[in-house]
C-alpha cells in the first residue's frame, strides 16, 4: 500500500511539471527547476525510509498483533464452544440423575404403601380372627352360664329355703320336697328369663 503512494506521489510530482514552469515567475521556489533535484532526492529519501520504518518495523506488529489476537479469539471461542458442549452433556446428565432418582423415590413410595397396606391388612385379618375367636369364647361362656345358671339358682334357692324353712319352723324340713317346688316354679317362670 505504502508502495503505490509512494509511486503515486513520484508520478504526479512529474506530472505537474507543466504548471511549475508557470509557477516560476510567481515566486514559488518550490516550484523552480533548479531545486527539483534537491526535492526530489528529499522526497524519495523521506518517503523511502518511511516506507523502510512502516514496512519493516510498524507493520509486521500491527500483523503479529492482529494475528495473535485472531488466535487468541479463535482460541477462546473453540474453548468457549467446548464448554458450552461439556455443560449441554452435564445438564443433560443432571437431567437424566433428577428423572432416574423421581422414578426410583416412586417406585420406593409405591413398594413401601405396598408394604404397609399388606402390613394393616394382615393385621386387621389377626385382629378379625382374635376378635372372633373372643367373641366365640365368650358366647360359649354366656351359653354355659345361661344354661347352667338355672341348676345353680334351684341349688341356691332349695339351700336357701330349706335353712330359712329350718330356722322358722325349727325343725329339719325334706329337701326333696323343696327340690319339687323350686324345679316347679322354675319351670313355670324359666321361660321368662332363660326360654327362647
Same mark, same amino acid.
Given at each position: ?60 506488529? $500491527?500483523?503479529?498483533?492482529? #494475528?495473535?489476537?485472531?488466535? *487468541? %479469539?479463535?482460541?477462546? /471461542?473453540?474453548? &468457549? =464452544? @467446548? ?36 402390613? $394393616?391388612?394382615?393385621?386387621? #385379618?389377626?385382629?378379625?380372627? *382374635? %376378635?372372633?375367636?373372643? /367373641?366365640?369364647? &365368650? =358366647? @360359649? ?36 320336697? $323343696?327340690?319339687?317346688?323350686? #324345679? ?13
Amino acid at each position: 500500500m505504502f508502495k503505490k503512494i509512494y509511486f503515486q506521489s513520484i508520478f504526479f510530482s512529474f506530472f505537474f511539471i507543466n504548471e511549475a514552469f508557470a509557477a516560476e515567475s510567481g515566486g514559488m521556489p518550490q516550484l523552480n527547476p533548479e531545486f527539483w533535484v534537491s526535492q526530489i532526492f528529499w522526497l524519495t529519501l523521506t518517503f523511502g525510509i518511511m516506507y523502510l520504518v512502516l514496512s519493516k518495523l510498524i507493520l509486521p506488529k $500491527i500483523s503479529n498483533n492482529l #494475528e495473535s489476537r485472531k488466535s *487468541q %479469539i479463535l482460541e477462546n /471461542i473453540e474453548a &468457549a =464452544e @467446548k464448554q458450552r458442549v461439556d455443560s449441554d452433556a452435564k445438564l443433560k446428565e443432571y437431567d437424566e440423575i433428577i428423572s432416574k432418582s423421581k422414578l426410583e423415590a416412586n417406585s420406593i413410595f409405591n413398594q413401601a404403601r405396598e408394604k404397609a397396606i399388606k402390613d $394393616i391388612n394382615a393385621k386387621r #385379618e389377626v385382629l378379625d380372627k *382374635q %376378635i372372633d375367636q373372643e /367373641i366365640a369364647e &365368650a =358366647e @360359649k361362656e354366656i351359653d354355659t352360664l345361661r344354661k347352667n345358671a338355672p341348676n345353680k339358682i334351684n341349688k341356691i334357692a332349695i339351700e336357701t329355703s330349706s335353712e330359712l324353712l329350718q330356722k322358722l319352723i325349727g325343725a329339719e324340713v325334706n329337701n326333696s320336697s $323343696i327340690s319339687a317346688i323350686v #324345679e316347679d316354679l322354675s319351670k313355670r317362670n324359666g321361660d321368662k328369663y332363660y326360654g327362647n
